[in-house]
């Protein structure tokens, strides 16, 4: 495992909004500012080092990414959010973040589309637009509903969302191990040149 005393990619604008103490750092390296296709990292801190403990590949928005996110847009937002809760079709298994199990919550936007029908099996709630710590399908939207809302890490169906990021299984299971609240896990999400600057 690499150890870096910065997290790689991320320049000074994005990195001054993390918050202090964090200890655990997503990374969603967007391929392009119009591509669907991303790369996501874990960085966990130890000691004063940011070490990176998994990668895999991942989609993000089918329009790619934007700093001004807007409902419909087909765009993920660009930014730094919290991550502070979790929950899913199936039953908790074994995360440390506030997990909520609901048949009806987490149902496909594609009923019947067989590539969907897995996204929502586990998702963790992107806190852009929303209230922290709630349920990750809480309506509220504190910024407005023409701003969008309800960005989630879900399940890949090998295609661009309409503006979550998606993961292998294998990734999400991982991370749903990982993540921890008392380190303040947060997402760094954006194209790469983007997170650059």
Not at 12 to 17: A, S, T
Not at 60 to 84: A, M, Y
Not at 92 to 120: I, M
Not at 130 to 158: A, N, Q
Request: aromatic share 8%; with cysteine; hydrophobic share 30%.
């Amino acid at each position: 495992m690499e150890d870096f005393t910065r997290i790689p990619g991320v320049g000074e604008r994005l990195r001054r909004q993390i918050p202090a103490g964090t200890r655990q750092v997503v990374v969603v390296y967007g391929d392009h500012k119009d591509s669907p296709n991303s790369t996501l990292v874990l960085y966990q801190k130890r000691g004063p080092l940011w070490q990176q403990s998994g990668r895999w590949p991942s989609h993000n928005g089918k329009r790619g990414w934007t700093t001004n996110h807007q409902e419909g847009d087909e765009r993920s937002p660009v930014g730094v959010f919290t991550l502070s809760g979790a929950g899913g079709l199936l039953e908790d298994p074994g995360t440390r973040l506030p997990y909520t199990q609901d048949d009806e919550a987490f149902v496909s936007l594609y009923p019947g589309d067989e590539a969907h029908r897995h996204d929502f099996d586990y998702v963790i709630a992107i806190d852009y637009n929303r209230v922290p710590g709630t349920r990750p399908d809480d309506p509220t939207r504190p910024l407005g509903r023409s701003k969008g809302g309800g960005i989630w890490l879900h399940l890949d169906h090998g295609d661009g969302t309409l503006g979550c990021i998606s993961v292998p299984r294998t990734a999400m299971e991982y991370l749903l191990h990982t993540l921890d609240p008392a380190h303040k896990p947060v997402i760094v999400m954006g194209d790469r040149a983007t997170l650059q600057l």
